[in-house]
């Protein structure tokens, strides 16, 4: 069972804490409230998502790249990564 | 009149946009899609948020900064603005 | 007179350390060290890069835009600054 | 042979690249050139050490984790990776 699968519950709550979040960045909009405020918000969110992203490729690099997957599934998965990464260092 | 609220209509439809995001990736957790779609969709959303802090940015300096600003105004902004991007560039 | 210039010496020692550090990378590779040993170097030199950037930049935010600048000068740093944050926040 | 022995020539011309960018730095801020002069060059460094964090990164992933490589090994390698991501993207 994949890492996602495992920690499902977990992983949904954390996406639905930062959709709450884009929530109180709409109402401070709605509100016209200051823009200083706005971008504390949006600073946050872009925290949250970071975060969600670092556990979630810590997961998938200890679990799909380890000695108990096959190697032609290793493979797919290595030139995945080094892509995926390559676009999110960029 | 801030430029998040000259702007409105237009971060509201990104912000519900990075929301319908966020709702595929709860549906790929629910439909346990494989991990590494996961990470790419978390990844896209990532791109999206530092967008929106991008352009937001923008409009602040330009508008809250300006020559129009009043010195004790801007004095506020410029201690903001600092603090801000200190723990943003973390 | 500019902070970059108050502080000079401080930015100079700061400067003089990164390419140490960059030096230790090349020790390392003439070396043929292992190569997470380069990618723990590297990503100590982006770290300290990115600290400095911080350091620069508020000052820059608070030397520069102040109430003590004249209003044709705020307004050309104004378009300088968003258009380096705009490149550096991509 | 690793792929920082087999690119050894071409990264040792990176990193003494990144060292002229800093010796501009350097010089510069000794001949206290304006600030923003400074900043963006700083830019520019802290652009170049992150294109060669992601190449160096990318020929680790590929060469270090894949079929080659002992089961011991590619545990150790996979928890180092997973670290230091870990420490790259916070």
């Known amino acids: 069972m994949a890492h996602t699968t495992a920690n499902k519950e977990k992983l949904l709550l954390r996406i639905k804490k930062i959709k709450g979040q884009l929530g109180g960045i709409e109402k401070a909009l709605e509100d016209e409230k200051e823009c200083f405020n706005v971008l ?3 600073s946050a969110v872009r925290g949250a998502i970071q975060s969600l992203m670092s556990e979630v490729l810590d997961g998938h690099i200890k679990e799909h ?7 032609e599934q ?5 030139e995945n990564l ?3 990464l390559k676009s999110y260092l960029k």
Chains 1, 2, 3, 4 share one sequence.
């Open 40 to 42: 504390q918000q949006i």
């Open 65 to 71: 790249l380890g000695n108990h997957v096959s190697d």
């Open 74 to 78: 290793r493979e797919k998965e290595i």
């Open 82 to 84: 080094a892509s995926l």
